[in-house]
């Protein structure tokens, strides 16, 4: 639990919000099995979108109704595109890596990663995170934005009704999920995303090793062993479903700030887990391996699958631009670490502090700088082949 006399931490586990409903995410404290090939595989699914701009509305949305006159326009007037039918295909190949963002209206305004392109010295980004809960359904518009902006879409899927019902939502507690009381909307949920096609990142349960959530265990609402079997549950119903074009994302917060629960006591298994998560922030570690690789040691003991930094951000501070710099290396460093998520979110964003990498001069330059080394992989544009 933080110390609530430390500003630094108390920010760090303020509630966040989601994108949507409640406007913006303020963080805890926060080998793949195939390769990005089609050969061989003989599963492809072929996707029809329409061409130019459209208005991103209708019931699936996890976010306030978009604004009048904005839209997201599609990379390709190519009407056709095939993509991989299986998700863990866009595991990178071994070297390259997924540079991504959490941003306000991203991915249903192509100016945000248009922006944040720009602000990254040219290079964009491949990969988009953005916040589902369980009030909301799947939408297939978001995804096709994601790729029509050649981004791999995460979805981080809550199951909770929003920030304003407090952090424990019995209606929502991990006992009913095992028994099968969210099923209709689990089905629901999973057959939308079967019939997309597109391969998607699934990253359910977020942090589930602190107590800021309906979904941790040690919140005062569930118990031990809950968390894992809720995983499975949710897992067997979209393999019945026939969705496999789920990358199933496990995501834990780092141990500096969590709770002193056992990470091994909380993993489903490799059988339900395609890549591993972490969200990781900086408040006041002086190198992205003080912060790293603790967690990563713990996780190590027990699985070896890819590990993904789904949320990452750097606090204000005089060593907010030399740990940015520092994370690139640690990248390069690990290359069983396949990207990071960067949490370009500000303070009057939603975000509890300012994590940007454009805070400061400093702290843009050393991102603009570390990114170019990185060796980005490829994704699913819009284009047909």
Avoid at 103 to 130: E, F
């Amino acid at each position: 639990m933080p110390d609530p006399t430390d500003e630094a931490e108390a920010d760090e586990h303020t509630e966040h919000t989601e994108h949507t409903d409640d406007g913006g995410r303020n963080p805890g404290s926060g080998t793949g099995r195939t390769r990005l090939a089609v050969a061989g595989l003989g599963l492809v699914a072929a996707l029809v979108i329409g061409v130019g701009a459209y208005e991103l509305g209708g019931g699936g949305n996890n976010r306030a109704a978009q604004p009048a006159g904005t839209s997201v326009t599609l990379a390709s007037p190519t009407p056709t595109v095939t993509i991989p039918g299986k998700a863990a295909l866009l595991t990178p190949p071994k070297g390259s890596k997924y540079f991504g963002v959490a941003a306000p209206d991203a991915p249903w305004r192509s100016s945000v990663l248009s922006g944040i392109t720009k602000d990254a010295g040219g290079t964009a980004p491949n990969m988009v995170q953005y916040f589902v809960n369980w009030t909301k359904g799947f939408d297939p518009g978001v995804i096709r934005a994601a790729y029509g902006q050649n981004a791999l879409p995460v979805i981080s899927w809550e199951p909770w009704a929003g920030r304003a019902k407090g952090t424990q939502q019995p209606e929502y507690s991990l006992a009913t999920i095992i028994d099968g009381k969210h099923d209709a909307y689990i089905k629901t949920f999973a057959k939308a995303v079967k019939e997309n096609g597109w391969p998607v990142g699934l990253r359910f349960g977020h942090e589930m090793n602190g107590h800021w959530y309906p979904w941790a265990e040690r919140n005062g609402v569930n118990k031990p062993g809950q968390y894992k079997a809720a995983w499975k549950h949710i897992h067997d119903i979209f393999r019945r479903a026939g969705a496999d074009n789920v990358i199933w994302i496990w995501s834990p917060n780092t141990l500096r700030g969590a709770d002193p629960v056992s990470l091994k006591s909380l993993y489903p298994g490799d059988a339900y887990v395609d890549w591993l998560g972490i969200s990781a922030y900086d408040v006041g570690e002086r190198t992205a391996k003080q912060l790293l690789d603790p967690t990563l040691t713990r996780m190590r003991a027990f699985t070896e699958r890819p590990l993904l930094i789904t949320e990452t951000g750097s606090q204000p501070g005089a060593q907010k631009a030399a740990w940015t710099a520092s994370l690139f290396p640690w990248l390069k460093s690990h290359p069983d670490v396949i990207g990071f998520v960067w949490f370009q979110y500000t303070r009057a964003q939603g975000g509890g502090a300012d994590w940007t990498f454009t805070s400061t001069s400093a702290a843009r330059h050393a991102f603009r700088k570390g990114v170019k080394t990185l060796t980005l992989t490829k994704v699913p544009d819009g284009r047909s082949d």
